[in-house]
T-cell receptor
Framework: DSGVTQTPKHLITATGQRVTLRCSPR?????VYWYQQSLDQGLQFLIQ???????AKGNILERFSAQQFPDLHSELNLSSLELGDSALYFC??????????????FGPGTRLTVL | GEDVEQSLFLSVREGDSSVINCTYT??????LYWYKQEPGAGLQLLTY?????DMKQDQRLTVLLNKKDKHLSLRIADTQTGDSAIYFC???????????????FGAGTRLAVHP
């Protein structure tokens, strides 16, 4: 158990819909990262938040957005869903302190199926 | 650009050593990581190596880094059936990132261990 929790574990929805994925980082970790794992694209970095602020963006679609709340949990919002958005979405967290190796610990993932 | 490449499949006999190879392109990466993903599960951090090291040993795992060739390998000694999984190489991390710390993953090597 990495200490990172994600809900829900599975999500099945229809095209055009909107969903919210939730992540709680490890206690004390300031950074939260979102990754997408799909068969054709592999594991891709989407976005990073650090202490409530967006820090880095990767291959995140405009239909997707995220935020990190004051208690440091994060939500990834996916809207106008398409079949190709079906994937495993991982959240990771890291301490992001200069005195620690900044290793990312991953949650169990949310499997999204768009029908 | 940033790219990480791995061979896709490796089959070994139980008790033998497994060697999983990876090449990367970003020479500025501070850390290189190995993650393990078992079927239906999340990503488990196995080990990492700081970019100024040549080797790191952790029980049955040995990581070798050839910085000149940008080549990373993971050796698993006495491979067991429980080691069957997908192994991902990743580069990234900055000791002084201040939050800029995305990971670039390879496509993963599927390790199959047979009796």
């Amino acid at each position: 158990d990495s200490g990172v929790t994600q809900t829900p574990k599975h999500l099945i929805t229809a095209t055009g819909q909107r969903v919210t994925l939730r992540c709680s980082p490890r206690s004390g970790d300031l950074s939260v990262y979102w990754y997408q794992q799909s068969l054709d694209q592999g594991l891709q970095f989407l976005i990073q938040y650090y202490n409530g602020e967006e820090r880095a963006k990767g291959n995140i679609l405009e239909r997707f957005s995220a935020q990190q709340f004051p208690d440091l949990h994060s939500e990834l919002n996916l809207s106008s869903l398409e079949l190709g958005d079906s994937a495993l979405y991982f959240c990771a967290s890291s301490p992001d302190r200069r005195d620690l190796t900044d290793t990312q610990y991953f949650g169990p993932g949310t499997r999204l199926t768009v029908l | 650009g940033e790219d990480v490449e791995q061979s896709l499949f490796l089959s070994v006999r139980e008790g033998d050593s497994s060697v999983i190879n990876c090449t990367y392109t970003d020479s500025s990466s501070t850390y290189l990581y190995w993650y393990k993903q078992e079927p239906g599960a999340g990503l488990q951090l196995l080990t990492y190596i700081f970019s100024n090291m040549d080797m790191k040993q952790d029980q049955r795992l040995t990581v070798l880094l050839n910085k000149k060739d940008k080549h990373l390998s993971l050796r698993i000694a006495d491979t067991q059936t429980g080691d069957s999984a997908i192994y991902f190489c990743a580069e990234g991390g900055d000791l002084f990132s201040g939050g800029y710390n995305k990971l670039i993953f390879g496509a993963g090597t599927r390790l199959a261990v047979h009796p």
